[in-house]
């Protein structure tokens, strides 16, 4: 039986995963030791480990949900994006696990941007309303990493006009205190022209 290192030196960086579904069909029967190791922190770097988190898809690797969700800490790492479409799908079935993440490493605000810039924003809106609470306590909180923006980018989605109103000229005061802000402050501003 061939190593997982030596399974992912079949995979190309440079090929879709509809142009190599040969090759990732080799993953079809990876034993759960193997799962583990692909999900492990080793393979944060590695486009192919990515590709093949993708092409496994949720349902084969849900079980390491919590391991998932930590490639997605740094969008710059290669297989950040590759994981967070692997999530993507899940909808309802990991929102326990975000709630988590949140609550224990909400002050990890680049984490909690990318969760909801990468994942929950590409959801329907009926998902978006399941994670209402935890939105709006991270729009409350107003950081300089972007994250209560995203927030309100989806809250904008389930909220009442009036509401996204009050909310984004809350959210408007707190961003103006961090000078680096200003594409989100100019967002927020052309939006609230429009109310």
């Known amino acids: 039986m061939e190593t997982l290192d030596q399974l992912l030196s079949k995979v190309s960086w440079d090929k879709t995963i509809e142009e190599q579904l040969d090759t990732l069909h080799l993953f079809d029967t990876i034993t759960g030791e193997q799962i583990d190791e692909l999900t492990s922190g080793k393979y944060v770097k590695s486009t192919e480990a990515g590709i093949v988190m993708q092409y496994l898809g ?7 949900t919590d391991e998932l969700l930590e490639f997605i800490q740094d969008m710059n790492w290669p297989a950040a994006g590759y994981v967070a479409h692997a ?8 929102i326990p ?6 609550k224990n490493y909400g002050d990890d605000k680049i984490w909690v941007h990318w969760i909801i810039g990468q ?3 590409q959801w329907e809106d009926r998902f978006i309303i399941l994670s209402k609470e935890e939105l709006l306590n991270i729009l409350e909180e107003g950081d300089e990493e972007g994250a209560s923006f995203e927030a309100l980018m989806c809250l904008k989605r389930i909220v009442t006009k009036d509401e996204y109103f009050i909310l984004a000229n809350e959210l408007l005061i707190k961003l103006k205190t961090y000078k680096h802000m200003e594409y989100e402050i100019q967002e927020i501003e052309e939006e609230l022209k429009n109310y």
């Open 58 to 64: 949720f349902e084969k690797l849900k079980h390491k």
């Open 97 to 102: 696990n975000i709630k988590n993440v949140f």
């Open 87 to 94: 999530l993507i799908p899940a909808g309802e079935q990991i």
């Open 119 to 121: 994942i929950i924003h």
